[in-house]
């Protein structure tokens, strides 16, 4: 067996170990990730906005919409469209997650209590917003390394509110552009081609 073999095997094993010991999922995911293996996007447990711990699981047989947001990028006013999606399709199936994140321009730099209070104040958002992550770089996040680097769309988020779309069976089915509206066409069609899909 070679010394890489045997210090990824090593690796894996201690952080499922690790894991064990201290009931950490995270550092569970972590070591899974940095070992290459393949994960399913329902296996991530994510804090929502005020902290508590949310298991995407919980939107199995769900179509999801996942958005990395910031409250002071050009493209904040996304926020209507995708309450207007939300409002419009919520009901047949559709979630949207959005997951602040400060890589892009510093246009995320308030702590989750000032995202919250902004996002609820000035957008009145219903859907589920979580807790403020990193989505690219070193300390990008195992769900975001997932989306892009072992999903059918692999590559780096480009800015702020690019949108991944998921099937109600956990499958990541498209990748739109960071300046693509959530109410274009091309992105309704999708959401309901879909949610048509029991």
Not at 23 to 39: E, F, I, L, W
Not at 70 to 76: D, P, R
Not at 157 to 185: C, M
Request: net charge negative.
């Amino acid at each position: 067996m070679s010394r890489t073999l045997l210090v990824a095997t090593g690796m894996l094993l201690g952080g499922i170990l690790l894991g064990l010991i201290d009931g950490s999922a995270q550092a569970g995911q972590d070591v899974m990730m940095m070992a290459g293996k393949s994960t399913s996007l329902y296996d991530f447990t994510m804090d929502d906005i005020d902290g508590k711990p949310i298991n995407l699981s919980q939107y199995r047989g769900k179509a999801l919409l996942l958005v990395n947001t910031a409250s002071f990028c050009g493209n904040t006013p996304q926020y209507s469209d995708l309450q207007a999606l939300y409002e419009q399709y919520n009901d047949k199936g559709l979630e949207i997650l959005a997951f602040p994140a400060n890589n892009f321009g510093q246009q995320e730099p308030g702590t989750n209590e000032e995202i919250k209070s902004f996002c609820f104040t000035k957008y009145s958002l219903t859907f589920p917003l979580f807790s403020k992550i990193s989505v690219k770089g070193s300390d990008k996040h195992p769900l975001y390394q997932y989306l892009t680097e072992q999903s059918p769309f692999p590559g780096e988020v480009e800015w702020n509110f690019q949108k991944y779309l998921v099937d109600r069976s956990g499958n990541i089915v498209g990748r739109f552009h960071h300046r693509t509206k959530p109410l274009a066409p091309e992105v309704v069609k999708e959401v309901e081609r879909i949610l048509a899909v029991k």
